[in-house]
């Protein structure tokens, strides 16, 4: 059996884009590093399946992959944590999986990487140099520049996200401000201004991206907030406020215009996107 859509993570906007695809009628395949980690609510769908792989480990990617499937969503991804975690997770197993794919005949790969992989500037447009200035950054850069070398095996599509918060993803920048908020009470950034997007988002747009033909990239991102603006609302959001905060001056921003335009991109506001996080929470 063919499978339509591997979503490489299977929480945050893995799990919405594949319970989204789900709702489309198309099947889906996604991967968990082991069989503890499967919640109820995957169990008895029809049109999900679903395998193990530990992606920040494993070089034997193969054993926890369908034999074929058409599309490649790669979500997956470290932010934080020991380097050759990092390289390993975002650089090592996007090399695997290009290969992989590659193998098995792929029709579609859709990379997933950050707006950060620019470094710093205000309305960046997908022309832009890269200039990463971190090391998750750099691991994303080179992620994308491999991908390219297997642009004439499948069509790649690369989605470059800006600071992405939402409901089950734990991990990123924004992540890293309420943990450290809730853990410490102490907020350091190098960034003064960025510009947040909440994953629900950013779903309908992954989707119109791999329906395009050709190899294309995007980017998607909020409206630019000052980064103690930001902080206020996760205070106002959490109920805490911080011991201490400390901002500097990078400024962080990118310009969506294109995927506005082609794939239909529409922003919730950060202060409203918190609110609906908040309110979903309090719903469970």
């Not at 995957?42 to 992606?55: A, E, R, S, T």
């Not at 309305?123 to 994303?140: Q, V």
Request: some cysteine.
């Amino acid at each position: 059996m063919e499978i339509d859509n591997l979503v490489t993570s299977h929480t945050g906007i893995g799990e919405l884009l594949a319970n989204e695809l789900i709702k489309l009628g198309e099947t889906v395949y996604t991967v968990f590093p082991s069989p503890k980690e499967v919640p109820m609510s995957f169990l008895g769908k029809i049109n999900l399946k679903y395998g193990f792989v530990k992606f920040d480990q494993e070089l034997n990617i193969e054993k926890g992959l369908p034999r074929k499937v058409k599309n490649i969503f790669h979500i997956y991804e470290a932010y934080t944590g020991p380097f050759p975690k990092i390289f390993m997770s975002n650089v090592t197993t996007t090399l695997l999986l290009l290969e992989w794919a590659k193998k098995v005949g792929v029709n579609k790969f859709i990379l997933l990487s950050s707006g950060e992989v620019y470094g710093h500037g205000e309305e960046i447009n997908e022309n832009a140099p890269y200039n990463p200035r971190s090391f998750y950054a750099t691991t994303k850069f080179h992620a994308e520049t491999l991908s390219r070398y297997y642009s004439r095996n499948f069509e790649l599509k690369i989605l470059r996200l800006f600071f992405p918060y939402g409901k089950n993803l734990q991990q990123g920048y924004l992540y890293n401000l309420f943990e450290s908020l809730k853990n410490t009470g102490v907020i350091e950034t190098d960034y003064g201004v960025v510009c947040p997007t909440l994953i629900d988002d950013i779903i309908g747009p992954l989707i119109k991206l791999r329906d395009q033909p050709g190899n294309n990239v995007y980017n998607i991102c909020g409206s630019p907030v000052q980064t103690l603006d930001l902080i206020r609302e996760i205070e106002s959001a959490s109920g805490k406020n911080a011991k201490s905060k400390k901002t500097g001056k990078t400024i962080l921003c990118g310009n969506c215009k294109k995927a506005i335009e082609e794939l239909g991109f529409k922003e919730t506001p950060f202060k409203e996107g918190l609110r609906q996080i908040v309110e979903k929470s309090s719903d469970e």
